[in-house]
């Protein structure tokens, strides 16, 4: 069973960056699609970015539209660790980041078996 760890969280002001990592202990790890999904306060689980599994023709990134542009979605099968680098930050990017791993690329929670417990992003004005 994988188990995943999300770091890199913090506080900034709106326009900076942060860079969240997500180590996944599962030896197949390279095997797996893997997500970022995002919770603010008193909203539900929202899609962030996903990325698919490495092909012959490489890794197929998605994003949500309220990201796209902004943040991007990498993954480093040899260190078993997805990263989202987030740029142009604003308050309403605000929640907790989950890391999730999956067989499925898609954008619904219920595609992913995996979840990390977070790491707090806040975005100040």
């Known amino acids: 069973q994988a188990q995943l760890v999300e770091s890199g969280g913090g506080s900034v002001q709106a326009g900076g960056s942060l860079r969240l990592s997500c180590a996944a202990s599962?030896?197949?790890?390279?095997?797996?699609?893997m997500g970022w999904f995002r919770q603010a306060p008193g909203k539900e689980r929202e899609f962030v970015a996903t990325?698919?599994?490495?092909?012959?023709?490489?890794?197929?990134?998605d994003y949500a539209d309220s990201v796209k542009g902004r943040f991007t979605i990498s993954r480093d099968n040899a260190k078993n660790t997805v990263y989202l680098q987030m740029n142009s930050l604003k308050p309403e990017d605000t929640a907790v980041y989950y890391c999730?791993?999956?067989?499925?690329?898609?954008?619904?929670?219920?595609?992913?078996?995996?979840w990390g417990r977070g790491t707090q992003v806040t975005v100040s004005s």
């Open positions: 999730a791993a999956g067989s499925i690329l898609g954008r619904s929670q219920h595609d992913y078996d995996y």
């Open positions: 990325m698919s599994v490495v092909t012959w023709s490489g890794a197929r990134p």
């Open positions: 599962e030896h197949t790890f390279s095997s797996y699609a």
